[in-house]
């Protein structure tokens, strides 16, 4: 069985950095696509980075583009949100996930295994 765990999250004040990490249990994700959500309370979960399927393409939502940055390291088995400039909008659980159909990397539908989520609180 498939687990994607998420670290990182923590209280940060605003203009701060935090580093996410997602370990995936498997290999056999390798040459999936990961992507990263987020759900801040009474709202909706959106979409904030991933990649494409060729890995050779990066999207980001407009809120977060230029401050956050999304890689992997697959010899780890690991991807990573590295966010910068944070601002107290960025406060939500922040879940990763792989996509296992669909060629929209901006939507839920098409990733088939999620994490937990770790908890990212920024102050002001």
């Known amino acids: 069985q498939v687990q994607l765990v998420e670290s990182g999250g923590g209280l940060v004040q605003a203009g701060g950095s935090l580093r996410l990490s997602c370990v995936i249990s498997?290999?056999?994700?390798?040459?999936?696509?990961v992507g990263w959500f987020r759900q801040a309370p009474g709202v909706e979960r959106e979409f904030v980075a991933a990649f494409s399927w060729s890995g050779g393409i990066l999207y980001y939502a407009d809120s977060v583009k230029g401050r956050f940055t999304i890689s992997r390291d697959n010899a780890k088995n690991t991807v990573y949100l590295q966010m910068n400039s944070l601002k107290p909008e960025d406060t939500a659980v922040y879940y990763c996930a792989v996509r296992t159909f669909g060629a929209t990397a901006t939507s839920e539908q098409g990733y088939g295994y999620w994490g937990q989520g770790t908890q990212v609180t920024v102050s002001s």
């Open positions: 498997t290999r056999t994700f390798d040459n999936n696509p």
